[in-house]
Nanobody
Framework: QVQLVESGGGLVQAGGSLRLSCTASSRTFGNYAMGWFRQAPGKERELLATISWIGGSTKYADSVKGRFTISRDNARSTLYLQMNSLKPEDTAVYYC????????????????WGQGTQVTVSS
């Protein structure tokens, strides 16, 4: 288990940008595949993006492809999600998660979760 803390959420107008950060407690952050999820009220949790433990492989949900970018800095034990061209439908609580697998592709692959950060996009 690794402790994760998200930051960077807030209120932004449609078309704007935000960068979320997720700081991990583990010195072995580089050994975890990482992912970003979100959950809006009344909706299921959605996997947005994943990145392999070395960072060479990234995958995105169709809903954010071309607008969001996942990246990691293993030296700083930090995961990022750059969000551009934000839309009101991006409003949700955003979570980062860690997986012991070298590459994770679904929610069940992730064993550690952050507490979430709220992102609100106004129209």
């Amino acid at each position: 288990q690794v402790q994760l803390v998200e930051s960077g959420g807030g209120l932004v107008q449609a078309g704007g940008s935000l960068r979320l950060s997720c700081t991990a407690s583990s010195r072995t952050f580089g050994n975890y595949a990482m992912g970003w999820f979100r959950q809006a009220p009344g909706k299921e949790r959605e996997l947005l993006a994943t990145i392999s433990w070395i960072g060479g492989s990234t995958k995105y949900a169709d809903s954010v492809k071309g607008r969001f970018t996942i990246s990691r800095d293993n030296a700083r034990s930090t995961l990022y999600l750059q969000m551009n061209s934000l839309k009101p439908e991006d409003t949700a609580v955003y979570y980062c998660a860690a997986s012991n697998l070298p590459e994770a592709t679904e929610a069940l692959d992730f064993g550690s979760w952050g507490q979430g950060t709220q992102v609100t996009v106004s129209s």
